[in-house]
């Protein structure tokens, strides 16, 4: 039974944009339902969808959550099973479908943004992100890519999952000299620096204008989008999923999610 009840799940979701978002969408489209964020803990999740799942009709999941979500679910979409990881659930009775819009949204990124600067592209981390922003990228056609990880094994891992995908692997540190586009997908960027001749840049993280990538940029000019695109985006295609909204109606839900991050006066 529906209860028009949705959620972000994570830790820390205090600060999460998305009950503002998908709030506005639902304002807009005209349907009911509230939407809120749910404050879980690592390694909690499945006992909060034990305890209080039923009391929700599904839930976007953030960090750091992700693969955890994919491996509570009883059925995962091709997206997520490719990478292993989730950011949505939708309940179906008393089990939960996981699908991943994450590498929708960073497919909606490089077409709008950096449609002709795909070809060398260096992806910074190598987490949940880090595995979306990847497979989004080798569905665009990108045959190899530059990955730079603290994470040793965990850059290994996503070589597994890409055996087609020629990688160049990179230690973290010091200076990325070459590269078409780079793709920060880490929390913060530290310790780097980025030739004058790299010149386009897409931040997951949307906290300022002064970001931790724009302090490692050397180029005199460049194009930098930040994550509220990423988060607008994949927001936009869980609200057409969790809602049973017609696509064509995407472009429409964007723009009222983009207005809405736009403080009034």
Request: with cysteine; net charge negative; charged share 20%.
């Amino acid at each position: 039974m529906s209860t028009n009840r949705f959620a972000v799940l994570g830790s820390p979701v205090d600060h999460s944009k998305s009950p503002l978002l998908h709030n506005a969408a639902y304002e807009y489209l005209g349907i009911s339902g509230t939407y809120t964020a749910i404050e879980v803990q690592k390694g909690e999740l499945e006992k909060f969808l034990h305890q209080q799942g039923h009391n929700f009709d599904a839930f976007s999941i953030t960090m750091p959550l992700k693969e955890e979500a994919f491996r509570v679910a009883f059925e995962q979409d091709h997206i997520a099973s490719s990478i292993e990881v989730a950011n949505t659930l939708i309940r179906e009775g008393e089990r939960w479908r996981a699908s991943n819009t994450d590498v929708l949204g960073f497919v909606e990124i490089f077409k709008r943004h950096f449609a002709s600067d795909l070809d060398a592209p260096v992806v910074l981390g190598s987490g949940s992100t880090s595995r979306s922003a990847i497979l989004a990228l080798s569905t665009l056609g990108v045959h190899g890519i530059t990955l730079m990880a603290r994470n040793q094994r965990a850059a290994e891992e996503i070589q597994q999952l890409f055996p087609a995908l020629n990688i160049t692997f990179l230690n973290w540190g010091g200076e990325i000299s070459e590269g078409s586009l780079v793709v920060s997908a880490v929390p913060e960027v530290t310790n780097l620096r980025c030739a004058a001749a790299i010149t386009h840049f897409l931040d997951v993280t949307y906290k300022d204008s002064s970001t931790s990538l724009k302090k490692a940029i050397g180029a005199p000019s460049y194009r930098l989008i930040d994550g509220l695109h990423l988060l607008v985006y994949q927001a936009a295609y869980q609200v057409l999923a969790m809602r049973s909204i017609d696509g064509d109606r995407f472009e429409e839900i964007c723009d009222v999610m983009f207005k809405a991050l736009v403080p009034s006066n």
